[in-house]
């Protein structure tokens, strides 16, 4: 069975959090306010991403929003295409085990501009 999780960045601490996704209510002093949760911490909705199900050669963990080297110096992002319900590199190549992990779009906005075509 495919391993389904996410991870997000932790809206307190700043730090990844990773697990299952829960989409629920706070309350406020205001009423209530939607929030998202992975591993029963807040995150940060824009960071969510999910678990691509690949590991790279170095057995890191391949998540969505990732940035991928592919062995050339090309570094691309990792997008879900909804239309072929599919994760794939944004110029829709596959993503392959031996391209490395260099960083994320959120972590390393200066490898996103670069990187997204």
């Given amino acids: 069975m ?20 829960v989409h629920n209510m706070k309350v406020t002093l205001t ?23 690949i590991r790279n050669k170095n057995g ?15 570094q691309l992002p990792v997008v879900y295409r909804f239309r072929l ?3 794939l590199l944004s110029d829709y ?3 392959q085990d031996d391209m490395v992990v260099v960083g994320n779009i959120h972590n390393n906005p200066e490898l996103s501009k670069e990187a997204c075509p």
């Avoid at 306010?33 to 678990?51: D, H, K, L, N, S």
């Avoid at 890191?60 to 090309?74: N, Q, V």
């Fill in 2 to 21: 495919r391993e389904i999780k996410f991870r997000g960045i932790d809206t307190m601490t700043g730090q990844w959090r990773f697990g299952d996704l």
């Fill in 31 to 53: 009423g209530t306010e939607p929030r998202v949760m992975v591993g029963g911490y807040e995150v940060r909705p824009e960071t969510v991403g999910q678990f691509t199900g």
């Fill in 60 to 74: 890191t963990e391949i998540y969505e929003d990732d940035i991928l080297d592919d062995g050339s110096g090309i």
């Fill in 85 to 87: 319900c599919q994760f």
């Fill in 93 to 95: 190549r596959m993503i």
